[in-house]
């Protein structure tokens, strides 16, 4: 949850370059509460006492809104499924997560590791469960990736 609420300048700039001011004011008063109420985030008290939902935005969504195309699908080690946009969404993200300026780079890694132990533990057998039945996995997560992209776009 901590890590969510330092997540708040992309979020947050993302919804204001998609125009989406009521979304960016809702991101804005989850990251007041959490980092107050919450306890600097390690709580969730917008999401369970006030029923503000994460706005979540991303540059890849941000261009994908402005007609950018996906380009061809990508999938590297650690990071996933992607494509084009998404990859060079990510690398602008990259500059408003606050974790890219830790120093020295040992805690930034440890601090991503962590987070992504934390993420995985959260989310144990979902891929096993998911590509149970799958005839290709590479073709059920590629297509998947990109239904569940294009739909968040059009939100």
Same mark, same amino acid.
């Given at each position: 949850?901590?890590?969510?609420?330092? &997540?708040?300048?992309?979020?947050?700039?993302?919804?204001?370059?998609?125009?989406?001011?009521?979304?960016?004011?809702?991101?804005?008063?989850?990251?007041?509460?959490?980092?107050?109420?919450?306890?600097?985030?390690?709580?969730?008290?917008?999401?369970?006492?006030?029923?503000?939902?994460?706005?979540?935005?991303?540059? &890849?969504?941000?261009?994908?809104?402005?007609?950018?195309?996906?380009?061809?699908?990508?999938?590297?080690?650690?990071?996933?499924?992607?494509?084009?946009?998404?990859?060079?969404?990510?690398?602008?993200?990259?500059?408003?997560?606050?974790?890219?300026?830790?120093?020295?780079?040992?805690?930034?890694?440890?601090?991503?590791?962590?987070?992504?132990?934390?993420?995985?533990?959260?989310?144990?057998?979902?891929?096993?469960?998911?590509?149970?039945?799958?005839?290709?996995?590479?073709?059920?997560?590629?297509?998947?990736?990109?239904?569940?992209?294009?739909?968040?776009?059009?939100?």
């Amino acid at each position: 949850k901590c890590f969510d609420n330092l &997540g708040f300048p992309g979020r947050l700039v993302n919804n204001l370059l998609q125009f989406k001011v009521k979304e960016a004011g809702v991101e804005t008063a989850r990251f007041a509460l959490n980092s107050t109420v919450g306890v600097l985030g390690l709580f969730d008290p917008a999401k369970s006492k006030f029923g503000l939902e994460p706005q979540s935005e991303d540059l &890849g969504q941000t261009f994908g809104r402005y007609g950018v195309g996906d380009g061809f699908p990508i999938v590297l080690p650690i990071l996933g499924p992607s494509n084009l946009r998404d990859l060079v969404g990510r690398l602008g993200d990259h500059f408003l997560d606050p974790v890219s300026y830790l120093d020295p780079v040992e805690a930034r890694l440890a601090v991503r590791a962590y987070d992504q132990i934390n993420y995985q533990s959260l989310h144990l057998g979902e891929y096993e469960r998911l590509i149970e039945d799958a005839l290709d996995p590479y073709v059920l997560i590629r297509d998947g990736y990109k239904q569940n992209r294009d739909s968040k776009i059009k939100e």
